[in-house]
């Protein structure tokens, strides 16, 4: 199902040649642009549904190593990778696991590690139908140039990454980058929070994986639930504006949005009815229908 963009280019009109005759305009060409998913176009239409399917939700154990170990020491256990593979091994192999679990986002470390008795993390999943999954970006630095505003890293390398961890097993991606509404947030922060989704979720597509695409509106703030929908619907019309500008294949990605509270520092609360109500309010005016799947995850 690759999707095709048509470009259109026209000169100026007027234009003389150095001897001063009016050239006349060429044709107007269109050019046929290849979407990113490429040849995974119905494996990532495939993969996005499966992980979207109802009453299931996706389970995210891709805690880096360091913060696994302060679970480790929670219950006096060394951070040792024997320890954190029996740690993940007691999680992946629930019985029943995919009655409730589609997909499970892992750390780099479990996509390779095997059981105690050497079947794959992967192949533990798939025999529960549950999409093994990826985190790829590599975390968050200052913005040179913002209001004191982060943007995300680990484009450089990620082909590379991504062709990998597919041939490994893994099926989609996450990519979380931040966008906080104190700061701004500034017009820089937000195209670049953007434009690095659309980059990271076309260089997945290429490559076989489903990009979850998150940016994550920040809590902080005393600001109210209107403020927050409008950064919202900012951001959102960004982001899909650059997927589409990146060829990305709405069909064959998936959505972790923050849901649109007031900020935590706001004098009053919000009843999750308002909640909802502004949440879904943001969802329908931004996300496109051919869009499979909004994604809520379950923590460990």
Not at 242 to 259: D, H, Q, R, T
């Amino acid at each position: 199902m690759a999707m095709l963009t048509a470009k259109f280019c026209a000169p100026a009109t007027g234009v003389r040649s150095p001897a001063g005759a009016r050239r006349s305009a060429p044709a107007r060409r269109a050019t046929l642009v290849r979407a990113a998913a490429g040849s995974y176009a119905d494996e990532l239409v495939s993969t996005a549904k499966s992980v979207a399917s109802p009453g299931r939700g996706i389970l995210a154990i891709d805690e880096s190593n360091a913060t696994c170990g302060k679970r480790l020491a929670s219950i006096g256990l060394d951070n040792t990778e024997a320890n954190r593979q029996a740690y993940r091994q007691l999680l992946l192999t629930t019985a029943g696991l995919g009655e409730y679990i589609s997909g499970a986002i892992l750390f780099e470390e479990t996509l390779y590690q095997s059981t105690t008795d050497g079947k794959k993390f992967v192949d533990c999943l798939k025999d529960q139908n549950i999409m093994p999954g990826i985190k790829v970006d590599k975390g968050l630095v200052p913005l040179p140039g913002s209001n004191n505003e982060s943007w995300c890293q680990g484009l450089d390398g990620l082909a590379t990454r991504c062709a990998e961890y597919y041939k490994q097993g893994a099926r989609f991606a996450k990519w979380r980058t931040v966008v906080s509404i104190p700061c701004g947030p500034s017009a820089l922060a937000v195209k670049e929070a953007a434009w690095g989704l659309a980059r990271y979720a076309a260089i997945a597509q290429d490559n076989g994986l489903v990009p979850i695409v998150e940016p994550e509106i920040l809590l902080d703030g005393s600001h109210g639930i209107q403020t927050t929908l409008d950064v919202a619907e900012k951001v959102w019309s960004e982001v899909f504006f650059y997927l589409a500008e990146n060829n990305v294949l709405f069909e064959g990605i998936l959505l972790k949005p923050s849901m649109v509270t007031p900020g935590a520092e706001h004098k009053q609360k919000a009843t999750p009815e308002a909640i909802a109500k502004h949440t879904l309010k943001m969802l329908r005016r931004r996300v496109p229908p051919a869009v499979p799947g909004i994604m809520v995850f379950i923590l460990s």
